[in-house]
């Protein structure tokens, strides 16, 4: 059985979605995304220097031929902004794929619910594939899928803060209730963060920091990849049960124990 990610319609064999800000060079970025496994790469357009040529970009050094480059409008502090960031994004990449970022406040980096749901909707009507980055809020991911959104990416913690995920119980509602990917964005600072959400049942995670700034970003790209896989392996299995007092894990009789 073939256990894919589908995100509007479009199959993928990797749960992990990769950031390509904040590395410290462009090789540690394509030993990170090689090494990764991830088939989805994402690329903040309004911070690219477009307006000079000359100037090589992430987008010249990515093999566009293994990686789905997903835009995003970050740096869009309102509805108006990430809409225009998403179409020129639309544009340099012949793609409706967008990952919708409204975020006012510079030092917290909090999306907007209601510039974000309004961008959304706009998007939507244009023909976009929007994968919204949100609060862990279970109303708006629902208002979200309401409106046409191909996903929700809500975060686990602060964007950057390497705090894994602090909204457990919010992302539980969310995934309970979705009727399209769950992709928890923002927060995660090691793999074993990224196995608890896939063992939860999000569908994906989507990792930057993390990985760029670890000491060996090729190396914890590998880690990262392997929790993935080992989360979703632990969601698809079903865990035990969790207890209050002890069982015995061997037969109190041992004539129950049959060996084939």
Not at 137 to 148: F, H, K, N, T, W
Request: proline letters at 6%.
């Amino acid at each position: 059985m073939v256990d894919s990610l589908v995100i509007a319609g479009k199959e993928y064999k990797s749960r992990l979605l990769i950031g390509t800000g904040r590395y410290r060079t462009d090789q540690e970025m394509i030993d990170a995304l090689h090494r990764s496994a991830t088939e989805i790469v994402t690329v903040a357009i309004k911070r690219l220097p477009l307006d000079n040529p000359n100037v090589k970009t992430i987008l010249d050094v990515i093999d566009w031929k293994k990686f789905v480059v997903l835009p995003n409008t970050a740096g869009s502090k309102t509805a108006d902004e990430a809409v225009l960031a998403a179409k020129l994004g639309r544009e340099i990449t012949h793609s409706n794929l967008v990952k919708l970022e409204v975020i006012p406040d510079s030092k917290y980096l909090l999306p907007d619910p209601i510039g974000t749901l309004q961008a959304a909707e706009i998007l939507v009507k244009d023909g976009f594939i929007v994968l919204p980055y949100m609060h862990a809020d279970p109303v708006l991911a629902s208002r979200l899928q309401d409106v046409g959104c191909s996903a929700v990416m809500p975060l686990g913690s602060a964007i950057g803060s390497g705090k894994g995920i602090h909204t457990k119980e919010e992302i539980e509602i969310i995934i309970s209730q979705a009727n399209v990917p769950v992709i928890i964005d923002a927060g995660l600072g090691v793999p074993s963060d990224a196995a608890q959400a896939l063992e939860m049942g999000a569908s994906a995670v989507l990792v930057n920091t993390a990985i760029a700034q670890a000491n060996d970003p090729g190396l914890m790209a590998e880690g990262f990849n392997l929790a993935v896989q080992a989360g979703r392996k632990s969601f698809l299995s079903g865990r035990i049960p969790m207890k209050d007092y002890a069982t015995p894990s061997s037969p109190q009789d041992p004539t129950a124990q049959v060996i084939n």
